[in-house]
Antibody, heavy 118, light 112 residues
């Protein structure tokens, strides 16, 4: 069974940092492209980062470029999101999502909540 | 960036009746490889999103056949043939043809 489990969320002050993790199981992690998608409270979905199977190709949304860093460790079946210079508008549930070969987000984690507030 | 526009934003439906959601993209979603990477997601209250349809019209594993997708180019539709209580939630279209990936605003399906 495919499972994605996010962790690392919490309350952080503006300007602070947080590192999210996504532990993958039930599939060959290194064979799939991965993404982070977030959802602000009561709002829609926002794609924020993509990483290729090897980690050699990365894309970001403009809203997080220069502040967030996506990475992966295929040996540990894990995806990461390093978030720096956090702002109030980064408050959201952060989901990791697997990208299928058909380029669809076929599996999602339950999400981890990040609250940026003083 | 490709803008995804969904209509309606809210759809009150009677149980057993059909529902239809439109998604329009600001540019063609046909990729240079010939595929159109348009998919539909369902998000039930308090749950993460769930994949329903990929590449316009392909149902994902375990998705009931009352869900169907159609369209081409810039205009796409998700149809629910007979709405059931478990279909309540927000539906999103999304494109993976081009970066940045984008989502529609979401359409809330609720029971009248």
């Amino acid at each position: 069974e495919v499972q994605l489990v996010e962790s690392g969320g919490g309350l952080v002050q503006p300007g602070g940092s947080l590192r999210l993790s996504c532990a993958a199981s039930g599939f060959t992690f290194s064979s799939y492209e991965m993404n982070w998608v977030r959802q602000a409270p009561g709002k829609g979905l926002e794609w924020i980062a993509y990483i290729s199977r090897s980690g050699s190709t990365i894309y970001y949304a403009d809203s997080v470029k220069g502040r967030f860093t996506i990475s992966r460790d295929n040996a540990k079946n894990s995806l990461y999101l390093q978030m720096n210079s956090l702002r109030a508008e980064d408050t959201a549930v952060y989901y990791c999502a697997r990208l299928s070969e058909a380029r669809a987000y076929d599996y999602w984690g339950q999400g981890t909540l990040v609250i940026v507030s003083s | 960036d490709i803008v995804m526009t969904q209509t309606p934003l809210s759809s009150p439906v009677t149980l057993g009746q059909p529902a239809s959601i439109s998604c329009r993209s600001s540019q063609s979603l046909v990729h240079s490889d010939g595929n159109t990477y348009l998919s539909w997601l369902q998000q039930r209250p308090g749950q993460p999103p769930r994949l329903l349809i990929y590449k316009i019209s392909n149902r994902f594993s375990g998705v009931p056949d009352r869900f169907s997708g159609s369209g081409a180019g810039t205009d796409f539709t998700l149809k629910i043939s007979r709405v059931e209580a478990e279909d309540v939630g927000v539906y999103y279209c999304t494109q993976a043809t081009q970066f940045p990936r984008t989502f529609g605003q979401g359409t809330k399906v609720e029971i009248k």
